[in-house]
Nanobody, 123 residues
Framework: HVQLVESGGGLVQPGGSLNLSCAATGKTNVLNYMGWFRQAPGMEREGVAAIYTGDGDTYYINSVRGRFTISQDNAKNTLYLQMNSLKTEDTAMYYC?????????????????WGQGTQVTVS
């Protein structure tokens, strides 16, 4: 009965920053993948960033590499996505997700649990 709740979205001008949070409750695996996905109108949901909780290894799509940073706070059971130098094309609904046994960290079908999403608008 894992629950994921995102927060931190909002409206920001190009070049600005946002820090998204994902609070996880319920029983989660100690070693797993957690990720951030986004979906813009008319577009498919795409993986943005992921982290393997076992060793902290991270994965990013090319369009956000160097601008976004995924991290986790184990004590707070919280996942973060620090987004800097935001661009208009980053506008989307952002979802936090937890994989059961992900073989491909940025592939949405690998993820079993999803939050409700938080809207990020860069304009």
């Amino acid at each position: 009965h894992v629950q994921l709740v995102e927060s931190g979205g909002g409206l920001v001008q190009p070049g600005g920053s946002l820090n998204l949070s994902c609070a996880a409750t319920g029983k989660t695996n100690v070693l797993n993948y957690m990720g951030w996905f986004r979906q813009a109108p008319g577009m498919e949901r795409e993986g943005v960033a992921a982290i393997y909780t076992g060793d902290g290894d991270t994965y990013y799509i090319n369009s956000v590499r160097g601008r976004f940073t995924i991290s986790q706070d184990n004590a707070k059971n919280t996942l973060y996505l620090q987004m800097n130098s935001l661009k208009t094309e980053d506008t989307a609904m952002y979802y936090c997700a937890l994989a059961g046994a992900a073989a491909a960290p940025l592939v949405r079908d690998e993820y079993n649990y999803w939050g409700q999403g938080t809207q990020v608008t860069v304009s």
